[in-house]
């Protein structure tokens, strides 16, 4: 059977990425650990599974939570769950804050027994001897290290949250969802009645007598890309007058009881599906909760409608934001996609104008992605004669980044300072570079953890470019807030050991990054020399880091290259001189995927195949 895996993306400056998923599968921590001590090597699977254990109480461990302390609140005021378990894991300090954080971030993603143990490590490291448990433990130094929460009533008020949830679905049957395929088709497709008489398991659904539909599995279909020897579908034969579907609702074991599932804390969910082009409108639904005791299915329905204009095999994915409310009638609650209780899925087709074969596998729930850095990109509108760094579709719609040679661009903080960074080698602007540092503070580069790599080697270069105004902007420097200096500090340190390219012979996505934004600086080509360098590890699939620094460098390159044309030739000029046939091949990709009627988003199926296949095979 198919089972492609997810790739989650977050843009950091725009034209690059960082796989979240990966970076839960792979980080490895200095100080969290598993109970049975082992180092914690695959985040996700150890935090879902209530195994982490932070054990680091050094110096360092200390220094490090202190420093990102504000950062870790900001992703927890903001709900960036995975975002703030691997901060956590990878600072490993023991502290009851870190844990509570565990907790929520668990709660949150519906892993409640892994929430139960984080929120009874908290209290536990809350009371652990050599630990002052006075009310104002908080306060250190004069100094609310707790940032607002109150211990130890929050994580109990965690743990009596987890109690009556995990109390509400035993008496409910309700099951906590797991991500990956929940169905596919292999084991038949079973039917049965509840106490009431309604029909559960595998049915179907038609408008009247005279449409037809058989639903059947089979192994004699067309082939699923990546399929397994023997793979079972599911088949639905079908002449819809008016409308026509398949519904799964889901059964016990025994097929006399409903058993609504929690697909809270996720983010979708996918299926398979082969087209046949005709242009037909096609749904699917989810069936939300439904009043209990009830002698009619009386399930919420929301809705997600797409047109049936490809042929063969497709993925097809669906986000919960895009699903719409359905009412048929049916007596059912009207409260909103609550997804604490899914009760079922369905598929159907309207008029089809005669017979035919539609095929499916793998319905597929998918994790919660992190959540992307929001940038204002408000169109001009035609009466402005001034334009705005953030105006940018117009901007490249006008002649790509060439056009910000002769506009007049005006910087109005933070939401201009994205675009202002990443043309700023277009049309260098050092009078400008003083609102960019005052900026700095309120951008993503401060407030997202591990986020600074782009905003260090751009002043890098900014700094190494202009010496002379150097004495201005560290006394502008020195009234910043602590974080924000530090990234500055760095930068110019890094300036002062000539450049990123003298950091080290570094292989990862966060090195990518930096690369790019001493690009943007500079326009210096022998930083895209080093992105195409970084090309031939994507054959890699030993190391799982290699791997994800060259899928990363091409992605960003092919998306860098459809607006900044240097970029593009560059990509043409190492072509043209490559010796080695394999990276002249991996160029040629890149470029193809760069093209105006290509998109360079579709290169992620095949890394997310790659990395699932590594998971599977226990690889990575």
């Known amino acids: 059977m198919n089972k492609p895996g997810l790739l989650v993306v977050a843009p950091i400056i725009k034209f690059y990425i960082i796989l979240i998923f990966i970076a839960l599968a792979g980080c490895a921590s200095t100080g969290s650990y598993t109970p049975e001590g082992n180092r914690i090597t695959n985040v996700e699977e150890a935090f879902k599974n209530g195994k982490v254990r932070l054990t680091c109480k050094s110096f360092s461990c200390v220094s490090a939570y202190g420093y990102n302390g504000h950062k870790l609140k900001e992703l927890h005021d903001n709900e960036m769950w995975h975002d703030l378990v691997i901060s956590v894991v990878n600072i490993g300090f023991n502290i009851d804050l870190a844990y509570y954080y565990l907790g929520i971030s668990a709660e949150k993603l519906g892993n409640y027994d892994a929430a139960n143990i984080y929120y009874t490590l908290a209290l536990a490291a809350y009371i652990s001897p050599g630990r002052d448990s006075s009310p104002d433990r908080c306060k250190v130094l004069f100094i609310n290290n707790c940032l607002g929460f109150v211990f130890p009533e929050d994580a109990q008020d965690g743990l009596e949250r987890i109690k009556h949830i995990v109390e509400e679905n035993n008496t409910t049957g309700i099951q906590k969802a797991q991500a990956g395929v929940f169905d596919d088709f292999d084991s038949g497709l079973r039917v049965g009645k509840d106490h009431y008489g309604n029909l559960i398991g595998f049915i179907t659904f038609r408008d009247s007598a005279s449409s037809v539909i058989n639903i059947s599995t089979t192994s004699d279909h067309p082939q699923l890309p990546g399929e397994e020897d023997n793979n079972q579908v599911l088949q639905l034969d079908l002449d819809a007058k008016a409308w026509a579907g398949v519904l799964h609702r889901f059964e016990n074991a025994a097929v006399d009881t409903w058993t609504p599932r929690d697909w809270r804390g996720f983010d979708g969910f996918s299926f398979w599906l082969y087209g046949n082009n005709t242009n037909k409108y096609l749904f699917v639904e989810i069936l939300d909760n439904r009043k209990s005791r009830l002698a009619s299915h009386g399930a919420e329905l929301y809705t997600y409608t797409f047109t049936d204009n490809f042929s063969g095999w497709k993925l097809i994915t669906v986000p919960f934001e895009e699903l719409a409310r359905k009412e048929i009638g049916n007596d059912a609650p009207n409260d909103g996609l609550g997804l604490s209780a899914v009760h079922g899925w369905a598929f159907g087709t309207l008029n089809t104008g005669g017979s035919i074969t539609y095929y499916i596998d793998d319905f597929k729930i998918l994790p919660l992605k992190s959540q992307p850095i929001s940038v204002d990109r408000n169109l001009l509108s035609p009466d402005r004669t001034d334009l705005r760094y953030r105006d940018m579709d117009l901007m490249f719609q006008l002649g790509g980044v060439d056009a910000f040679k002769t506009l007049h661009l005006r910087f109005d903080g933070v939401e201009d300072l994205e675009l202002f960074m990443q043309t700023y080698y277009v049309n260098p602007r050092p009078d400008l570079i003083s609102s960019a540092i005052k900026s700095l503070p309120k951008s993503a580069f401060v407030k997202r953890p591990n986020n600074d790599g782009g905003a260090v080697a751009f002043f890098s270069e ?138 360079p988003d579709a290169f992620n199926d095949e890394l997310r195949a790659i990395i699932q296949k590594q998971h599977e095979a226990g690889v990575w």
């Open 462 to 599: 900014v700094f190494t470019a202009n010496s002379a105004m150097m004495p201005k902007w560290e006394r502008e420097i020195t009234k910043l807030d602590k974080t924000t200096k530090a990234i500055l500090e760095n930068a110019i340190m890094v300036s002062s050991k000539g450049g990123v390219l003298k950091l080290g012979d570094h292989h990862s996505p966060a090195m990518n990054d930096m690369y790019w934004a001493a690009f943007f600086a500079s326009g210096n080509k022998a930083y895209v020399d080093r992105l195409i360098e970084e090309f031939k590890n994507f054959d890699e699939r030993k190391d799982q880091n290699l791997f994800m620094s060259g899928g990363s460098a091409m992605w960003s390159a092919a998306w860098n290259a459809t607006r900044h044309q240097v970029v593009k030739a560059k990509l043409e000029e190492a072509k043209t001189s490559a010796e080695d046939r394999r990276m002249r091949e991996l160029i040629e990709r890149v470029l193809a995927l760069a093209r105006p009627d290509s998109n």
